[in-house]
């Protein structure tokens, strides 16, 4: 496990007892040495006589950095705010990072949020409205604008003398960024370049024109993509004049990814993965709807095997091999399915060439579907005795196969192109899909080839 | 998109150009303007005898740069690493960030690595060594040796100094970690720090003290969890003694995080999700094994079916049930599942309180088997006019859901605790175990009252 060489059990329970016994500047002592996610993880079990201590011991820019550390969880943060006096809460979050701050501003309601927009410095409270209308998920809505910014025509001694000044409030330091008067961006320094070059040097010589950024709009799955290709610690976010407007850190970068990766899976699996509950209750509403709509579109493939029921009256062996079809078909669909989110996630150069792409899924499914429908052909003959019927069951395995193969992959690429969330949604369809068409191309051939097996 | 200042399709074409037309200078020149990324990028295009030329015109420390950007391909490194005389090849190794180097020494043969190793310089190749004997995703597989690490018995101006000379080779400058005189850990001291503090100032007054490491063996999911909540860029790595022996970037954490959330949802597809193909051979090779192993696990339900075929031959409508009861069971599971392998994977405070959890899924099961089979209820009752029937389907799927979702808690948490990773192989116990379970109790249930349904 991680070595913690603090916040062991004794200090918490200090720092609980200064809180107790009203006893702030001991409080202030123990509390503030931690950090500031330690600091958020035992705020979060406090009770609210407590935290109202907390609200008076501590300063409105120390809780602001507190609340900093609680970034996955900007719903809590608005309802510690909501216990504060206006004025104390407008401090608060006027001491966290914008980007921070504006996430959680996103859940308050609107008289609270305009109350804490009048109170606020003009110039926060003008960035922070305006940060508040970028669109979730694009590059403006997780930047920060606490970056470094100077002028190319100066030395990096002066430079330098800038960025301590920065040093107190920037979210990094380390990438600052170079602007022309017209605030365009023209070029990056590392803190690293400096330190290796001479303290004399202009700045405009010694910084890297070949600055990538990324535009307001762009989605955050593709910053992420940069960032990582690139290692980057920051990248610039830029508007259509390629003004300077944000930068992006890669600790926002990496909730991203984890976000990301989490919504694939949710979709996969029809439930909200982002927030677990231990309420069985919240548990089962979340996933009641998803597993009520697959029961009722399921429900048109009972409908179909139904119309079938005569047939099955006839040849009720039939009925036995239903399920192991459908079944194979829905485990190559959801193959083929992840394969096919998991491209669009993160390889975004394979989207132009989706006719080579359906083609090999094409090819895949029948490899899949020739391989399968032939085990289950040499399984059936030799355990019923009967190689038709094993023959109707690999057929119609294999054609299932295929078609489930190629609506995975077909599916997502469609919805991603008219812009739904190909994880999200894609799931439902294809499985009814593919029990639709492997049920009928089943009792199809079977009807061919009934007197084979009537009576078995 | 996200904007390139560079690269642009002339500018590969240029490149391409002198390498082809041997002009070694002008290749040069364009070449090692391009960031590292993009270098690997060009350089992946190029056919063996470019590659060849490549090898003739840089450095091989040059190339060993660009080989640092394919940190996420080891396997391909490689195949270039064999194309190169062995002393080049030793050389371009020496070049690369040592955590990479053993990422990619790891798929040497073993006579090739032998001979690289006897060629490094005997520093760097007792530190390959040593790096390549940690167990795979420990926090010392993915730790890198370049590091800075200082006498805390110094003041913040000749620190620097010694910052400045390993700004050169060291792989993060931003964090600076104080050892003291039997090289155990004591302290950290981020660039900021320094530049916020008087030059004059002693570094053990400055640094924090209480600085947060890892141990070499941590599993590499906790390091990625610390590194997220605490926001670091960087993490140290110590032994058993407390000695410093490395440290771990924010850049390698991005890549484990992905890396992590890949394998849960490869899990739960049966398809490896890390290296996709567009050879469609490949592909279904790689996904027949999972598919021909679910099939086999389903011959027992089958198998079960098959035993209740003299039920059916009596009361076809059962056959045209079985697909939803089975189909929903299944959905039930996978999310229970999906919900375990993110708890697992994320929240290790949880694991402790096991019964708990079971208890909880249970009742949510419950509640979402009440529901469940209450609409089907009421939809087969109405349909087929037959409530008997429909109160058989959906009894019987009620006890499957509770089954499904037990399973899919229960199962991941047990394979957790006997070491087996949950997220690979808990899909098909949890799908043939609950196809299994429902089969049971929707045929003994329907046996019960058949009188109902017979002829229907």
Same mark, same amino acid.
């Given at each position: 496990?991680?070595?913690?060489?603090?916040?062991?059990?004794?200090?918490?329970?200090?720092?609980?007892?200064?809180?107790?016994?009203?006893?702030?500047?001991?409080?202030?002592?123990?509390?503030?040495?931690?950090?500031?996610?330690?600091?958020?993880?035992?705020?979060?079990?406090?009770?609210?006589?407590?935290?109202?201590?907390?609200?008076?011991?501590?300063?409105?820019?120390?809780?602001?950095?507190?609340?900093?550390?609680?970034?996955?969880?900007?719903?809590?943060?608005?309802?510690?705010?909501?216990?504060?006096?206006?004025?104390?809460?407008?401090?608060?979050?006027?001491?966290?990072?914008?980007?921070?701050?504006?996430?959680?501003?996103?859940?308050?309601?609107?008289?609270?949020?305009?109350?804490?927009?009048?109170?606020?410095?003009?110039?926060?409270?003008?960035?922070?409205?305006?940060?508040?209308?970028?669109?979730?998920?694009?590059?403006?809505?997780?930047?920060?604008?606490?970056?470094?910014?100077?002028?190319?025509?100066?030395?990096?001694?002066?430079?330098?003398?800038?960025?301590?000044?920065?040093?107190?409030?920037?979210?990094?330091?380390?990438?600052?960024?170079?602007?022309?008067?017209?605030?365009?961006?023209?070029?990056?320094?590392?803190?690293?370049?400096?330190?290796?070059?001479?303290?004399?040097?202009?700045?405009?010589?010694?910084?890297?024109?070949?600055?990538?950024?990324?535009?307001?709009?762009?989605?955050?799955?593709?910053?992420?993509?940069?960032?990582?290709?690139?290692?980057?610690?920051?990248?610039?976010?830029?508007?259509?004049?390629?003004?300077?407007?944000?930068?992006?850190?890669?600790?926002?970068?990496?909730?991203?990814?984890? &976000? +990301?990766? /989490?919504?694939?899976? =949710?979709? !996969? %699996?029809?439930?909200?993965?982002?927030? $677990?509950?231990?309420?069985?209750?919240?548990?089962?509403?979340?996933?009641?709807?998803?597993?009520?709509?697959?029961?009722?579109?399921?429900?048109?493939?009972?409908?179909?095997?139904?119309?079938? &029921? +005569?047939? /099955?009256?006839?040849? =009720?062996? !039939? %009925?036995?091999?239903?399920?192991?079809? $459908?079944?194979?078909?829905?485990?190559?669909?959801?193959?083929?399915?992840?394969?096919?989110?998991?491209?669009?996630?993160?390889?975004?150069?394979?989207?132009?060439?989706?006719?080579?792409?359906?083609?090999?899924?094409?090819?895949?499914?029948?490899? !899949?579907?020739?391989?399968?429908?032939?085990?289950?052909?040499?399984?059936?003959?030799?355990?019923?005795?009967?190689?038709?019927?094993?023959?109707?069951?690999?057929?119609?395995?294999?054609?299932?196969?295929?078609?489930?193969?190629?609506?995975?992959?077909?599916?997502?690429?469609?919805?991603?192109?008219?812009?739904?969330?190909?994880?999200?949604?894609?799931?439902?369809?294809?499985?009814?899909?593919?029990?639709?068409?492997?049920?009928?191309?089943?009792?199809?051939?079977?009807?061919?080839?009934?007197?084979?097996?009537?009576?078995?």
């Amino acid at each position: 496990m991680v070595e913690m060489t603090q916040t062991n059990h004794d200090n918490i329970q200090k720092i609980i007892n200064a809180l107790d016994s009203q006893k702030a500047r001991l409080f202030r002592e123990e509390y503030l040495e931690l950090h500031i996610y330690e600091q958020a993880q035992i705020f979060r079990d406090l009770n609210e006589q407590q935290r109202a201590r907390v609200y008076r011991y501590l300063k409105p820019e120390e809780v602001g950095d507190m609340f900093d550390a609680m970034d996955q969880d900007p719903e809590e943060v608005i309802h510690y705010l909501e216990e504060m006096t206006m004025a104390y809460a407008a401090a608060v979050i006027n001491g966290m990072y914008t980007d921070n701050a504006v996430d959680v501003l996103a859940y308050a309601k609107k008289e609270d949020l305009l109350g804490y927009l009048r109170l606020l410095p003009a110039k926060t409270a003008a960035e922070i409205k305006r940060m508040l209308h970028y669109e979730d998920k694009t590059a403006g809505s997780i930047m920060s604008t606490e970056y470094v910014a100077i002028n190319g025509n100066q030395t990096l001694a002066s430079a330098m003398e800038a960025i301590k000044v920065a040093a107190k409030t920037a979210e990094t330091i380390y990438y600052v960024y170079v602007i022309d008067e017209s605030e365009k961006l023209v070029g990056v320094v590392t803190l690293r370049d400096m330190l290796r070059n001479d303290d004399q040097a202009m700045v405009k010589d010694v910084m890297n024109m070949q600055v990538m950024a990324v535009k307001v709009d762009d989605d955050q799955k593709d910053v992420a993509q940069t960032i990582r290709d690139y290692n980057f610690l920051a990248i610039p976010v830029t508007d259509y004049n390629h003004k300077l407007i944000g930068i992006i850190n890669v600790d926002d970068i990496i909730d991203v990814i984890d &976000e +990301e990766s /989490v919504e694939d899976y =949710s979709g !996969l %699996a029809g439930v909200d993965l982002e927030q $677990t509950t231990e309420n069985p209750w919240q548990a089962a509403f979340k996933r009641l709807p998803w597993l009520v709509t697959l029961l009722i579109l399921g429900m048109s493939t009972t409908t179909l095997i139904s119309h079938y &029921e +005569e047939l /099955v009256s006839q040849a =009720s062996i !039939l %009925a036995v091999f239903i399920s192991s079809i $459908t079944g194979t078909a829905g485990n190559a669909g959801t193959q083929s399915l992840a394969t096919a989110v998991r491209r669009l996630a993160f390889k975004d150069e394979d989207k132009k060439n989706i006719w080579q792409l359906l083609l090999t899924e094409l090819i895949t499914g029948i490899i !899949l579907g020739i391989i399968t429908g032939f085990v289950i052909f040499v399984i059936v003959g030799f355990w019923k005795h009967n190689f038709v019927l094993g023959f109707v069951i690999g057929f119609a395995m294999m054609c299932a196969i295929v078609v489930a193969n190629l609506a995975g992959a077909f599916i997502p690429m469609f919805m991603d192109k008219i812009g739904v969330d190909p994880a999200v949604a894609s799931g439902p369809f294809i499985s009814t899909l593919s029990d639709l068409t492997s049920v009928l191309i089943y009792f199809s051939i079977a009807r061919i080839f009934l007197s084979f097996f009537v009576g078995q």
